[in-house]
């Protein structure tokens, strides 16, 4: 760990240059989920119980570096007031005089939220200038914005390395989870990697099978996968291009000792609807005018007796379309014990991933996992053992 986490700072009278990642909903100017506000108060609040001043730099939408004011920050202020319990001023700029002055004029215990960073092209150019004038306004920079630090940008990157630096408390938490799931994990590890396609996680699949015991493929992925080993997918969901890299994946697993395990049973149906009528056939049996949707009770078990014997588990991707009911059973039961496992001591678990968490959410399992990431690409690029410019900065 080359990081240094913002409770070992001394804050007292310091200004904390804060990147948070509050890109949350807003419909009508009011923010309909308060979820990203929520994950940054910890670090908010112990910037002022410590006697310092909080000067947060985010990014809003995409306005591609220029000035568009449907991406401005501003309609976010009464929601921050509100999770943070005190005033937070808002400053149309993250740079220069009027940044510079709003820094000044704060009142002790108040919070400064700096308009969009990505109103300046230098932004996404992780652009030195930028950087060095975003410096000025603090006198630490601490990054809260684990799922902004899959991108060198200014405010991410380069501004880093201008300023002592530190990891805010959600950053850590984050960190500390990751690393513990896939860093320097308790053996044995397994992973679950479900999800529509082979091709967009591919990277992760060739890290994983490096570093874990036990690799679970669901989802339309496995599809690919048994399609590769010739066997009939039907109308399935599944990449038949994909099928010399499902066997290079497989005999990766081979090579390095990761057993793999593809669905034994599946849930088969005619069509792509909720409620469709389904049966259970194994692996092999999925009839010409049918495709896979879930895996069956065969393949869920199979998946218990390897958290059985796991001390880790790393979760991205649902194991069938759980958007449809009951398409979703696989995946509610396999999670469901997962999350019984991590309550009673005997197993880490920590998943992420859009779908995945709410596949986890809606099968009730999510609030027992040891951690979930909400993160989107910057979980995805960390679980595929890329370096995060973000986090690398740090240090
Ligand atoms: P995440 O967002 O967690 O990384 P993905 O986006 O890769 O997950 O995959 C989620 C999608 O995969 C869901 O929309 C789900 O319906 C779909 N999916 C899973 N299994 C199947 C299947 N057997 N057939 C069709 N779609 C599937
Ligand atoms: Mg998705």
Redesign the pocket.
């Given at each position: 760990m080359a990081w240094t986490p913002l409770t070992d700072l001394e804050l007292g009278g310091k200004r904390v240059l804060t990147r948070v990642d509050i890109n949350v909903p807003v419909e009508d100017g009011r923010v309909t989920d308060i979820t990203r506000i929520d994950r940054i108060v910890p670090t908010v609040k112990h910037i002022l119980a410590a006697g310092g001043t909080p000067i947060l730099l985010a990014h809003f939408g995409r306005p591609k570096g220029k000035v568009v004011p449907e991406m401005s920050l501003q309609p976010l202020v009464p929601a921050l007031e509100d999770a943070f319990g005190t005033g937070v001023v808002f400053v149309a700029d993250c740079r220069g005089p009027s940044a510079e002055a709003a820094v000044g004029a704060l009142s002790s215990g108040q919070v400064l939220l700096c308009e969009n960073t990505r109103f300046h092209a230098g932004e996404e150019k992780n652009d030195a200038d930028l950087a060095a004038e975003m410096a000025k306004l603090g006198d630490i920079y601490c990054n809260d914005a684990f799922s902004a630090a899959h991108r060198a940008h200014a405010s991410t990157e380069a501004l880093a390395r201008l300023l002592p630096n530190c990891a805010g408390k959600l950053m850590e938490a984050e960190l500390t989870a990751l690393e513990a799931a896939l860093g320097t994990p308790k053996r044995p590890v397994m992973a679950v990697v479900?999800?529509?396609?082979v091709s967009?996680?591919l990277d992760l699949l060739g890290n994983l099978v490096e570093k874990v015991d036990a690799l679970v493929i669901?989802?339309?992925m496995?599809?690919t996968f048994l399609a590769a080993q010739g066997l009939d997918v039907g109308k399935?969901?599944a990449e038949h291009d994909m099928t010399d890299t499902a066997k290079e994946i497989a005999a990766k697993a081979a090579s390095t000792g990761c057993e793999l395990l593809l669905p034994r049973d599946v849930v088969v149906a005619r069509e792509?609807a909720a409620n469709a009528p389904h049966e259970v056939v194994t692996a092999e049996d999925c009839p010409a005018d049918a495709?896979?949707?879930?895996a069956g009770p065969d393949a869920v078990a199979h998946i218990k007796q390897v958290i059985d014997r796991s001390a880790t588990l790393i979760w991205?991707?649902?194991?069938?379309?759980?958007?449809?009911t009951p398409f979703d059973a696989a995946t509610n039961a396999a999670a469901a014990y997962a999350a019984e496992k991590t309550a009673a001591g005997d197993l880490i678990s920590v998943a992420g991933?859009?779908?995945?968490?709410a596949?986890l959410n809606q099968a009730g399992a999510a609030e027992h996992f040891t951690y979930i990431s909400t993160a989107g690409g910057a979980f995805?690029e960390w679980m595929e053992g890329k370096t995060l410019p973000g986090v690398a900065a740090l240090g």
């Open positions: 479900g999800g529509a396609k967009t996680k669901g989802g339309g496995a599809n399935s969901l792509f495709m896979i949707l879930d991205n991707g649902p194991l069938g379309a759980f958007e449809l991933g859009g779908d995945t968490v596949a995805l």
